[in-house]
């Protein structure tokens, strides 16, 4: 008896991927991936500050960090969803956002961009 294999709906996002497309540029590898997933979010974001105010022998003065952060992570948040999902619907249920909301983020953001580099 003959079975057709079912086709899985992969989506057209199936190749946005932030590892690999950072591996591309030559800024991840496995090493780095297996070093970054045994830190805490906390502690990579602190150590990310603290590096970057190194060069300015750690003042950051005038950076509104605070009140960045949000927008910083909200980012974060936003590729992570656009990558993993199969569908833009799907992200959308993901971050429980509407549509227009979707689409006004996904431009203030520069998603298509960030990923087609």
């Given at each position: 008896?003959?079975?057709?294999?079912?086709r899985?709906?992969?989506?057209?996002?199936?190749n946005y991927s932030?590892?690999?497309?950072?591996?591309?540029?030559?800024?991840?590898?496995?090493?780095?991936?297996?070093?970054l997933s045994?830190?805490?979010?906390?502690d990579?974001?602190?150590?990310?500050?603290?590096?970057?105010?190194?060069?300015?022998?750690?003042?950051?003065?005038?950076?509104p960090?605070?009140?960045?952060?949000?927008?910083?992570?909200?980012e974060a948040?936003f590729?992570?969803?656009?990558?993993?999902s199969?569908?833009?619907?799907?992200?959308?249920?993901?971050?429980?956002?509407p549509?227009?909301?979707?689409?006004e983020?996904?431009?203030?953001?520069?998603?298509?961009?960030?990923?087609?580099?």
């Open positions: 008896m003959y079975w057709k294999r079912e899985v709906y992969k989506g057209k996002y199936k932030i590892s690999s497309k950072l591996r591309k540029e030559g800024k991840s590898n496995d090493e780095f991936e297996a070093m045994n830190l805490p979010l906390e990579l974001i602190a150590l990310k500050l603290e590096i970057s105010s190194r060069p300015v022998n750690n003042r950051l003065y005038g950076v960090i605070w009140n960045a952060i949000t927008d910083i992570v909200r948040v590729k992570f969803a656009y990558s993993s199969r569908t833009q619907g799907e992200a959308m249920n993901f971050l429980g956002l549509e227009i909301k979707f689409y983020l996904k431009n203030r953001f520069g998603i298509e961009r960030f990923f087609e580099k």
